[in-house]
């Protein structure tokens, strides 16, 4: 695997979200290529069976099968992460569901559920995961948001508006976890050929619309985002935090 070596993710345990496909499974198979220790949490057993039986003998990861709109799980598997690898020291909050609705559709039920699956998670990891990093005298949270609620997307108010409060859980978190050198950043990923965009919701329409808007004219793909993670989590990036940065390919 081609690409920057970062010393300092060398023997870190890091903890994905949604790691088991997509852009998750990306951003995990660049932590192993570090030689990171890299815990993920997914609810697909049979995608991540899959990347695990993919990833080289040598690889330091673990798996752990939950719901993250369960908080109760979510800190168990957490736990099972730490037991595993010791102290957390990189969370990368990936998991999401983009979900297309409707505003007559929604009910109380069903928005309580999407700001589960979008946004609740991102605090509850970090509230598990910071004093693991305020131990270890630092660390580093990256969040990942989306260019969505940016560019006005529209059939999914319930997605945008949980993904535009990552931004404000971003610079929230920064606030209170700077103090003990724990950095907090969000990327906002623009539209990323994953398998599932690829099954869902790409069109032709939608690739010419890629090109015209796009300022660079390629698809872009999931590791375009693990490679920008692996910065903002490295200590290359020491000095930077509260902070929003898109990976688009220049669409915004
Ligand atoms: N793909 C894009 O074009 C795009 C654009 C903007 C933002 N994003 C963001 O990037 C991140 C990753 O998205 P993706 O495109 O790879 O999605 P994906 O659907 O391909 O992968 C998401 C992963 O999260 C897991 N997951 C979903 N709900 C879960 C739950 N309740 N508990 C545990 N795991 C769960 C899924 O099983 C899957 O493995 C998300 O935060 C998404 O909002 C993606």
């Given amino acids: 695997m081609q690409g920057a070596i970062y010393p300092s993710l060398k ?12 852009i998750g499974e990306a951003i995990v198979r660049r932590f192993v290529s570090q030689g990171s220790r890299v815990g993920f949490i997914d609810i697909d057993l049979e995608a991540s069976k899959h990347l695990l039986a993919s990833l080289p003998a040598h690889a330091s990861v673990h798996f752990e099968h939950a719901d993250l709109r369960d908080i109760a799980a979510l800190r168990r598997a957490v736990a099972g992460v730490r037991e595993m690898f010791g102290p957390i020291t990189i969370l990368v909050n990936n998991a999401a569901r983009d979900d297309r609705h409707a505003i007559e559709d929604v009910t109380p039920e069903y928005w309580d559920e999407r700001i589960a699956v979008n ?6 990891s970090a509230q598990a995961i910071a004093p693991d ?26 997605y945008t ?3 535009s409060a990552v931004q404000g859980l971003t610079r929230a978190l920064a606030r209170d976890l700077g103090p003990n050198n ?32 796009q300022c660079l004219k390629r698809k872009l793909v999931p590791d375009d985002i693990a490679r920008a993670v692996l910065f903002f989590a490295a200590d290359d990036s020491s000095a930077c935090t509260n902070q929003s940065y898109i990976v688009d390919g220049g669409w915004v």
Avoid: Y
């Avoid at 023997?11 to 997509?22: F, I, Q």
């Avoid at 990093?133 to 529209?154: F, R």
């Avoid at 990323?192 to 690829?198: F, G, H, K, P, S």
């Fill in 11 to 22: 023997d870190r345990t890091v903890l994905v979200t949604g790691g088991g496909s997509g």
């Fill in 119 to 124: 946004l609740k998670h991102q605090f509850f």
């Fill in 133 to 158: 990093m305020i131990q270890a005298g630092g660390g580093s949270i990256v969040n990942i948001g989306s260019v969505s609620w940016v560019i006005g997307q529209g059939n999914m108010p319930c």
């Fill in 161 to 163: 508006t949980a993904k």
């Fill in 182 to 213: 724990v950095r907090v950043n969000s990327i906002l990923p623009g539209w990323i050929m994953t398998q599932r965009q690829q099954d869902l919701w790409l069109t032709p329409d939608g690739e010419a619309e890629i090109m015209q808007r």
